[in-house]
């Protein structure tokens, strides 16, 4: 027992103090997105921290960070303004069904996680990995661009004078102090020196700089403080439990589940790769469904992973569940006992941090390998990258999938090949090669002279492998156009799978399909102890 309290607590100090820093990074980060999609900024905090406990204790990966995310944001943003339009004015009948639509969600990322459908994230090209986290590394670049603007005669404008250089200076030291201070020691985090040293810079100086409190005043919000989630009871009132509102959330819902399940499972392979360990995905997609329902009925605008926090939280130590637990407990007492120290941090500060975890983030080794990869994988990168940054994350990971599948699938049908000879009894032989599916069907198809063969044929699949429906369906067609001819024709060395499916098909195969076997080849396959008896005799 001590053994494993140690083990466990060998880390509690990095951990402690990257939770921190990932709390504060996450006030701002989650009162935008809150502005985002049209709710109350502490719709978005509540989602910051019920997502971030709940997920942190019982998910798939421990120290990634999870929370309001602004890919989420963007589509909710529509389903609040129809809700909105389909009440009375001031009703904020959009922010009820937004939280009967993340309910939802969380049912279906549940059943993902009940369905094990977690480790079809493995299906994932890597070419996808590096244009997701490249895409995402430029949306988060320019989200905090949207920092740099100032709010003048009720008007956002861009900053200028003094007021700029000062916001840049601000970011440029936070970035300096993150840089440089791992170089001198690497037991201080950097982020949160960072950011208490910028802070203490324009309090003391009494600086006229954009601060949390302000951008939320900005926004329309009434400051940061807030007390405990409640229970949503209205939801039931206000909310018909019909097929019609069914078929105006259940979309909606769709859409966020797999955007938030993808933008997860990514995240997860990415902290996997930092850390050198391995999550498990189908735990995290019925940690993620979990926390989405009991963020629904908290009143939370629903959340995912934080690839920028996540990424925060590595780079700080933080390595086991405590430090999203830290995390979130400290954005709970923020909002409860600090929101006043909270909003005196500078947003340039949090801006420096955030700018440091894209340098971070973005995969700079894609630039040096364009010339060494295939070029239909440059072509994924960079359509992944696009997309996530013109759309979602959910349209560029399944577009890139999908055109991998293709280039994949092309590839694959040009290698399908046919060895002719013939037998001194005058029999033709086809000795097939390569991968038959639905992709290589046509070239398959070219291969045969039925009418010119002779009259006896046979096909050896020994070096091939009959891998769908389609190839069954070609074999089957290839035997009746030479019976039709007239001539016999014999397959040899077909999978057992396939075999039993050609058997179903007609009672006419157990003719044509050849059982016994003499090829040492297909024995040595078949069984795995002559294989090794083999190997033995050569003394390997």
């Not at 020196?193 to 810079?201: D, E, G, K, P, T």
């Not at 629904?296 to 933080?318: D, E, L, P, R």
Request: neutral net charge; charged residues 15%.
């Amino acid at each position: 027992m001590t053994e494993f309290i140690r083990k466990r607590a060998a880390n509690a100090k990095n951990d402690i103090l990257s939770g921190l820093t990932v709390a504060l990074a996450l006030v701002p980060e989650a009162v935008a997105f809150a502005f985002v999609a049209g709710v109350d900024p502490l719709v978005g905090l509540y989602a910051a921290f019920m997502i971030g406990l709940i997920t942190s204790v019982f998910g798939g990966r421990p120290g990634m960070i999870s929370g309001a995310t602004g890919a989420l944001a963007v589509v909710m943003v529509h389903l609040v303004a129809e809700g909105n339009a389909m009440g009375a004015p001031g009703e904020e009948l959009g922010l009820y069904y937004l939280f009967a639509t993340v309910i939802l969600m969380g049912i279906i990322q549940m059943l993902a996680g009940v369905f094990k459908l977690g480790k079809f994230v493995r299906l994932i090209p890597h070419p996808v990995m590096m244009g997701f986290v490249n895409g995402l590394a430029i949306v988060i670049c320019l989200a905090q661009f949207g920092m740099f603007m100032t709010v003048e005669n009720g008007q956002e404008v861009w900053m200028s004078g003094n007021k700029l250089w000062t916001m840049i200076g601000l970011v440029a030291l936070t970035m300096g102090i993150m840089f440089g201070l791992p170089k001198l020691t690497k037991k201080l985090p950097e982020a949160l020196i960072a950011i208490l040293v910028v802070s203490a810079i324009v309090i003391f100086g009494n600086l006229d700089v954009a601060t949390v409190g302000s951008f939320i005043r900005d926004g329309g919000g009434e400051g940061l403080k807030g007390g405990l989630p409640q229970f949503q009871t209205d939801i039931f009132s206000k909310v018909p439990f019909t097929w019609e509102t069914i078929k105006f959330i259940g979309p909606y819902a769709l859409i966020l589940a797999a955007i938030g399940l993808i933008e997860s499972l990514m995240t997860l392979n990415l902290i996997d790769e930092l850390t050198e360990t391995r999550g498990n995905s189908n735990r995290e997609c019925m940690a993620q469904g979990g926390a989405n329902i009991i963020t629904g009925f908290f009143g939370g605008m629903g959340g995912c992973a934080m690839i920028g926090q996540s990424i925060i939280n590595i780079k700080g130590g933080g390595r086991t569940r405590l430090s999203g637990i830290v995390a979130a407990l400290a954005l709970l007492a923020f909002i409860l006992f600090a929101s006043g120290l909270i909003e005196q941090v500078p947003i340039a500060a949090l801006v420096g941090v955030m700018f440091m975890v894209v340098i971070g983030t973005f995969a700079w080794s894609s630039f040096r390998i364009m010339n060494k990869i295939p070029k239909t994988d440059v072509f994924v990168l960079i359509l992944v990258s696009g997309l996530t940054v013109l759309f979602d994350l959910a349209i560029a990971v399944i577009s890139g999938v999908i055109v991998s599948a293709l280039v994949f699938s092309w590839e694959n049908a040009k290698r399908i090949r046919a060895r002719k000879r013939m037998k001194d009894d005058g029999t033709k032989v086809y000795e097939i090669w390569g991968p038959l599916f639905f992709g290589s069907i046509s070239a398959f198809n070219e291969k045969f002279d039925v009418k010119n063969d002779p009259d006896k044929v046979e096909i050896d699949f020994v070096e091939s492998r009959v891998s769908d429906h389609s190839a069954i369906e070609a074999i089957f067609n290839l035997v009746n156009k030479y019976e039709a001819e007239g001539k016999h024709v014999k397959l040899k060395h077909l999978s057992e799978d396939c075999k039993v499916l050609l058997y179903k098909s007609s009672p006419k195969f157990h003719q044509v399909i050849e059982e016994a076997i003499d090829d040492p080849r297909y024995h040595l396959a078949e069984n795995p102890e002559a294989f090794t008896k083999g190997l033995g005799e050569y003394n390997l």
